[in-house]
């Protein structure tokens, strides 16, 4: 029964989308690109796949133990809701590419099998500890850790604002972020999404948990002043969004999840519909919900006609792949690429990883990237749950963001690697525990 209920909220969920959609594309020209065009045998083959893939979820789900996979749990969820649905909606209403959807499905399959296979494999992750003789030492690592932290942030800020400067305003962050990007260096960017991405805010996070609340005053003016920087909107509300994640599944509201995105399309369309109220439907609907969608479409377009990217224009690796001789294939970034093909203008249309799976290494990139998102979510499970439901919290904020908005190889590197190091120097450190020292914790 709770199966079928939640099939149902889906498809009421994609109801909402496809009424919001139509109405969208009477508020939103996008260069003429997008546009509403019933399409019934696509409309029919959309509902089929949506009805298959909320079966295939919740199936998948009802298989997981949350407890022991909490972060795989409920970000598969919510990807599914941001990532999934949206782009079934979208499918049966406009003129989009067939191999684009056909790629799409044979994507979140392979994330279907993955997850289930790995889900049954009976293995431990040691954590490695220090051990008595060595607490001293990991005391230091993490004030060291901090201290780089923190000077590292207050450096950029009065560098690139020629001063320490606060500011929370959401108008300019697109310019300040550009100004940024040309002018910082490869190592500046690293460690700008490291410290202001991840370590920053599991600090922040970590020390409300254990209910230092100083210490988390003094992360959290240091996270506003991180987004002081560059403008990026993830950083500034990671930490609040991680609190009212953990709000959710603390209180069981995370079983409603199907209920709840439900719920925000349906008051979202109702609010423009009977009193004109826009920002629901706009910041939502739209900028969450269909822009990525439609560029799941562009992207596939645009790199089937055209050379892959093979990873030149990842921030990592383009750097070492330009040692070597190789260059990218374009002399603009994609997301403006892809922005003149799709609008005519100047622009920066970036998607998340599925479309980037694809620019990179065409079909293969798709199923590499499917079975690497689960390792990822697999090894965040071992890590995250032994630092309590406020860091899984933060697990789950930090997966569901950046798969909206970052390749694969930038998810491993810029998430995952500061992630296991933040847990390795903080876990059961003096600092946040009392404790006897151990080596090796078994999980």
């Known amino acids: 029964m709770r199966r079928i209920t939640n099939i149902i909220m889906i498809s009421i969920f994609k109801i909402f989308l496809e009424i919001a959609y139509y109405q969208i594309s009477n508020l939103y020209i996008y260069g003429g690109i997008y546009y509403y065009e019933f399409i019934l045998n696509k409309y029919i083959i959309g509902w089929f796949i949506c009805v298959s893939g909320s079966t295939l979820l919740w199936f998948f789900v009802d298989n997981i133990d949350k407890n022991i996979f909490p972060i795989t749990h409920y970000s598969l969820q919510i990807l599914f809701y941001l990532n999934f649905v949206p782009t079934c909606a979208i499918y049966g209403i406009s003129d989009y590419s067939s191999k684009a959807f056909v790629l799409f499905i044979i994507f979140w399959m392979i994330i279907f099998v993955t997850g289930y296979f790995t889900g049954k494999i009976k293995h431990k992750l040691p954590l490695l500890a220090f051990d008595k003789e060595s607490i001293k030492i990991q005391e230091i690592l993490l004030v060291c850790l ?108 995370g079983k409603y999840l199907s209920f709840c995105f439900m719920t925000l399309s349906g008051i979202g369309l109702f609010l423009w519909v009977k009193f004109s109220f826009l920002p629901v439907i706009d910041m939502f609907l739209r900028r969450m ?92 499970d071992y890590l995250g749950r032994s630092f309590g439901i406020q860091i899984v919290s933060l697990s789950i904020v930090l997966i569901a963001v950046n798969i909206l908005s970052v390749s694969i190889s930038t998810l491993f590197y810029n998430v995952l690697l500061p992630f296991v190091l933040v847990c390795f120097v903080c876990y059961k450190n003096p600092i946040f525990d009392k404790r006897k020292g151990i080596t090796i914790v078994s999980k």
Not at 300 to 311: D, G, M
Not at 334 to 343: D, L, N, P, Y
Not at 347 to 364: E, K, M, P, Q, V
Request: charged share 15%; net charge neutral; aromatic share 16%.
């Open 146 to 253: 901090i201290c780089i932290c923190t000077i590292f942030i207050i450096a950029e800020n009065y560098k690139y604002n020629n001063g320490i400067r606060i500011n929370i305003d959401l108008s300019d962050t697109y310019v300040i972020r550009e100004e940024y990007s040309e002018s910082a260096s490869t190592l500046e960017g690293l460690l700008m999404f490291a410290f202001g991405g991840v370590i920053n805010p599991f600090l922040a996070l970590y020390s409300l948990e254990k209910h230092k609340y100083k210490c988390f005053i003094f992360f959290l003016i240091i996270q506003i002043l991180d987004f002081s920087i560059a403008g990026h909107k993830t950083q500034l509300f990671l930490i609040p969004a991680a609190i009212i994640v953990k709000w959710i599944l603390k209180h069981g509201v």
């Open 289 to 380: 919900f269909l822009v990525p969608s439609i560029l799941n479409f562009k992207y596939i377009e645009y790199f089937s006609a055209h050379p892959k990217l093979y990873f030149t224009e990842d921030l990592l690796f383009s750097r070492i792949l330009a040692g070597l001789g190789i260059n990218r294939p374009y002399s603009q970034a994609a997301g403006t690429t892809i922005s003149m093909f799709w609008t005519g203008s100047a622009g920066y249309s970036n998607n998340g990883l599925f479309g980037y799976a694809y620019a990179d290494c065409g079909f293969i990139g798709v199923i590499l990237s499917a079975v690497i998102l689960i390792i990822i979510f697999r090894f965040m």
